[in-house]
């Protein structure tokens, strides 16, 4: 995995489109962090993990990646029509993807907020093969029975928004073990924005921080959100002082 760049990946850059329409002081513009993807473009890997804290423009970026790349806005495919109530940033509209040669043109958008609506969409639009009745599973059995889909069986780029969200820590491990296998398959890519240590310690995958003052390339061991769960298991009482109850 990683910077392979003979290797036919989905996305390889992503950057500012030459008729963009978004300016600096509009909204997600203004967001550091898109800001630099607009400004100095941004290169992906074929695992490339996204962390920060809310409101630093993760789900914004992610999402507008694959609203650019042609998938659903609310979760689905590039065949997805599934939609219920637009919310999604100007952001796909000003930016532009750079493709590898030869690459797969399939893809999948998954995000926790909205899996409830695509799998009512799936429900009411059965394809022909057999799966899962996803409402009359719990959470993490819905999304780890979509992982283990033929949805995410061959070549493609995979999109996740905080699939962690609901998971237990084992539901996580194997949420984590399936995305280990997933980019094992050769033309497989995959980009997830999460707030969990452990989805954030998948193997060789690129880690960037989201922050105040742009994009960071980080190490898992340099992560804030590792060195917090650390410190708070250790000591739980170092920040509960500071809470208000």
């Known amino acids: 995995m990683g910077d392979d760049w003979t290797a036919p990946l989905p996305v390889r850059r992503v950057r500012r489109s030459t008729d963009a329409t978004l300016t600096a ?99 009411d639009n059965p394809s022909r093969r057999p799966e899962p009745r996803f409402h009359e599973l719990s959470h993490g059995e819905s999304f780890l029975a979509m992982l283990n889909s033929d949805r995410f069986t061959g070549e493609g780029f995979f999109v996740m928004d905080e699939p962690e969200a609901g998971l237990s820590f084992h539901a996580q491990l194997a949420l984590l073990g399936a995305l280990i296998q997933l980019v094992a398959i050769p033309g497989v890519q995959v980009l997830i924005a999460t707030h969990s240590p452990v989805v954030a310690s998948l193997p060789g995958a690129l880690i960037l921080e989201f922050d105040e003052d742009g994009i960071h390339e980080r190490a898992w061991d340099d992560l804030d959100v590792v060195d917090h769960h650390r410190r708070f298991l250790e000591a739980p009482e170092r920040y509960l002082r500071h809470l208000r109850y």
């Open 25 to 123: 002081n509009q909204w997600p513009a203004t967001l550091a962090p898109v800001a630099h993807v607009l400004g100095q473009g941004l290169d992906l890997a074929q695992a490339t993990i996204v962390v920060g804290e809310n409101g630093t423009g993760k789900s914004t970026f992610v999402e507008a990646v694959a609203v650019a790349y042609g998938l659903a806005p609310e979760g689905g495919s590039t065949g997805a029509l599934h939609a219920t109530r637009p919310t999604e940033s100007s952001l796909s509209q000003s930016i532009s993807l750079e493709r590898g040669a030869g690459a797969s043109r399939w893809g999948y958008f998954l995000r926790a907020e909205t899996m409830h609506g695509l799998f009512t969409y799936l429900e």
